[in-house]
């Protein structure tokens, strides 16, 4: 097991994805309505000519692509979604629940949305889009979401894992099979990172500061995250509470690392590290922050 610190790795090839991490998500969703948009046009004028059906060659790409306009705004939905209500081996129960739920009003929106610039095109062309009977076209187009649905939150989550892996990811030292815990694990003095298949320690004195997503808690430390699988309120009882404070509902910060505190609005201060990193602090964590000082 290597125990060197993270810090001491060169950089790697998730230092060198980060910055293009953000556009290479749009890039991908973007790109796949397109394909998905052009390839369901051709595929639909061909099957509108093939059997005759009268239909003008621009109503098959009004279809699709309104269908895939209306499904790349609602991608940010299922994401915010997914964060709420991820898919873990431990709890994919409850969450297939939500899901389901979610998949019937994702559809919806869906539906509502393309029906809508449907017929904002076809009055624009002087016809008529009929979209009747709604109970019996709804089901036939939920049939479809629904499995989209389920295949964006399957690539969403298999992403995700795919880069805590490639990241690393932390997990508190558990105690061996046949000896007591290393340490006390609430108040653990290292963690244990795994990153593609190697493992390695760091300090807890060495967390720069923590940060709340989702069911996830990231530890920053040297310019790199590490995602802990746990709560804010169960970290912060795990901490050390003579380094560490709670200064906002997402954020705790290892004091150690303060620069300074500047308020910058009525009652809202903001906390600047050493390396000129800006953390929000709350009225609350203010006080607690001015106490521990």
């Known amino acids: 097991m290597d125990t060197t610190p993270a810090a001491n790795h060169p950089l790697t090839t998730w230092d060198r994805y980060r910055p293009w991490r953000r556009t290479v998500e749009v890039g991908f969703a973007v790109g796949l ?85 449907r017929k904002a095109i076809y009055a624009m062309q002087g016809e008529y889009y009929d979209f009747s ?3 019996r076209e709804f089901g036939y187009e939920y049939l479809k979401d629904v499995r989209s649905y389920g295949t964006m939150v399957l690539v969403i989550e298999g992403y995700r894992l795919l880069i805590r892996r490639w990241q690393g990811e932390a997990s508190l030292l558990s105690a061996p099979d046949d000896a007591p815990p290393v340490e006390r694990v609430e108040r653990p003095e290292r963690f244990l990172v795994r990153k593609l298949g190697k493992e390695f320690l760091v300090a807890a004195a ?66 600047i590290l050493r390396d000129g990193k800006r953390l929000p602090v709350s009225r609350a964590g203010y006080g607690r922050l001015a106490k521990l000082l």
């Open 133 to 135: 009977p709604w109970w």
């Open 33 to 117: 309505a397109l394909v998905n948009a052009i390839a369901g046009s051709i595929t639909s004028l061909m099957d509108v000519r093939r059997v005759s059906l009268g239909f003008a060659s621009w109503e098959p790409v009004v279809w699709e692509c309104s269908s895939n306009l209306v499904w790349l705004a609602l991608v940010p939905l299922v994401v915010w979604f997914t964060r709420r209500v991820p898919l873990h081996l431990d709890t994919w129960r409850h969450a297939l629940r939500w899901h389901l739920l979610g998949s019937v009003g994702w559809s919806a929106l869906h539906v509502a949305g393309m029906v809508a610039i």
């Open 206 to 271: 060495d967390v720069e500061w923590l940060q709340a997503s989702s069911n996830y808690v990231n530890l920053h430390m040297r310019g790199r995250d590490y995602p802990l699988r746990t709560t804010m309120a169960v970290i912060e009882t795990q901490l050390d509470p003579a380094r560490f404070v709670r200064i906002h509902r997402s954020y705790i910060l290892n004091i150690e690392r303060i620069a300074r505190v500047e308020l910058y609005a009525k009652d809202s201060r903001v906390a």
